[in-house]
């Protein structure tokens, strides 16, 4: 099955810096590659998305970036505040069978400082 | 647009007993996905109703099981409860189908304790 990791694990950054989390998977039939936020105590919310047709994506100052060949996509926050404190999942979907399933990473705790 | 809902909320549950929690989904949206989040697993895949079939199932035992209506809400059932499925299920909901099928939106969470 799908083998999902993302790294590091942890994260802290002083506000105003910039912070990267890569995942790496091995379904190589995965083609949606989505990153999710989860404050603590709630849900997690979809912040950005790729489809395997595309290398980039950007929304203001957040980012992702994909490579296929090599297997891995990272997500790129620039100029962080203290409110994107939370744990990000990086999550492809399964691949290779009918369905939208997401095979989801251990998690990525960044804290922010001021 | 009403977001992603589940009922219950805390659900506190004997050993032995079973459990059915509910989802209701974004109108408009046909698949839903059930996952289970634990501080030991993170969050896992249970299984996925689109059109009120099966589309893909995790690996979780015969224990765990779901069904989806004709109106898209979903149900998940777990029978005889052990002290390990104390969880924060998650239901998330989705097109399923056509250019945005993949990007799913998760409810607020039901949270289970087993004692």
């Known amino acids: 099955g799908e083998n999902v990791e993302q790294h590091p694990s942890t994260l802290s950054v002083q506000e105003g810096d910039s912070a990267v989390i890569k995942c790496t998977y091995s379904?190589?039939?995965?083609?949606?590659f989505p990153w999710y936020k989860q404050e603590l105590g709630k849900r997690p919310q979809l912040i950005i998305d790729?489809?395997?047709?595309?290398g980039e994506k950007k929304d203001q100052r957040i980012a992702v970036t994909l490579n296929k060949t090599a297997k891995h996509f990272s997500l790129h926050i620039t100029e962080t505040q203290p409110e994107d404190s939370a744990v990000y999942f990086c999550?492809?979907?399964?691949?290779?069978?009918?369905?939208?399933?997401?095979?989801f990473g251990k998690g990525t705790t960044l804290s922010v400082s001021s | 647009k009403a977001g992603v809902t589940q009922t219950p909320r805390y659900l506190i549950k004997t050993r032995g007993q079973q459990v059915t929690l509910s989802c209701s989904p974004i109108s408009g949206h046909r698949s839903v996905s059930w996952y289970q989040q634990t501080p030991g697993q993170g969050l896992q895949f249970l299984f996925e109703?689109?059109?009120?079939?099966?589309?893909n199932k995790g690996n979780f035992p015969g224990r765990f099981s779901g069904r989806q209506f004709s109106n898209s809400r979903s149900e998940m059932n777990v029978s005889t409860l052990e002290l390990g499925d104390s969880a924060l299920y998650l239901c998330a909901s989705s097109l399923g189908a056509g250019g945005d099928a993949y990007e799913q939106y998760f409810g607020p969470g039901t949270r289970l304790t087993v004692t």
């Open positions: 790729i489809r395997s047709n595309v």
């Open positions: 109703y689109f059109s009120e079939t099966q589309r």
């Open positions: 999550a492809p979907r399964k691949g290779g069978q009918a369905g939208t399933a997401l095979i």
């Open positions: 379904d190589s039939a995965s083609n949606y």
